[in-house]
Each structure stands twice: as structure tokens, then as C-alpha cells.
């Protein structure tokens, strides 16, 4: 089982190595374009690192709605999923 601590290191991390600036950017950060400003594609490509990495899914319906929350939130949900997997 995965912390959502954890999540959000390695979210952020992953965010860094697609090119994103990260600095300064914490739970309460958002994907969209006032915070991270994460395209479909690159949230994608995220979504994909942290299914390999923490063994979880995300329907692809599910996948678009994420992109509105905080990286906190989303490290929430994917630490929720680590628990029933």
C-alpha cells in the first residue's frame, strides 16, 4: 500500500521529468492551467508512470475528470486504489 505522500513525490517528480516546472508546487497545486497546466496528453503519460509504478488502473471516462483536481486529491485517489488492488 501506497501513501498518498508517496504518490505526490513520485507525481511530481514524474511531472519534473516531463519538463514541467514544479517548483513551488504542492498538494494543493491543480493540473489545469492555473497550476501545472498539464495537457490531455501529458496527464496521460502520468497517469500511465503512476499505473506502472503503484499497480493501479483508471478507467480512461475517469481519467479526464481527474484532470480538474489537486495533485493532492489525485494522490489521494491513487492511494485509495493502491489499498483495494
Known sequence: MATA???LEFSL?????????V???GPETVFGPTGVDVDSLAFAEL??????RFDVSFPDDEVEQLTIIT???FAD??????VSA
Do not use: H, P
Open 71 to 73: 495533485i493532492g486529491e
Open 5 to 7: 505522500e508517496e504518490i
Open 13 to 21: 517528480k514524474s511531472l519534473e521529468e516531463m519538463n514541467f516546472n
Open 23 to 25: 517548483e513551488g508546487m
Open 77 to 82: 485517489a491513487v492511494a485509495q486504489r493502491t
Open 47 to 52: 497517469v500511465a508512470r503512476l499505473e506502472d
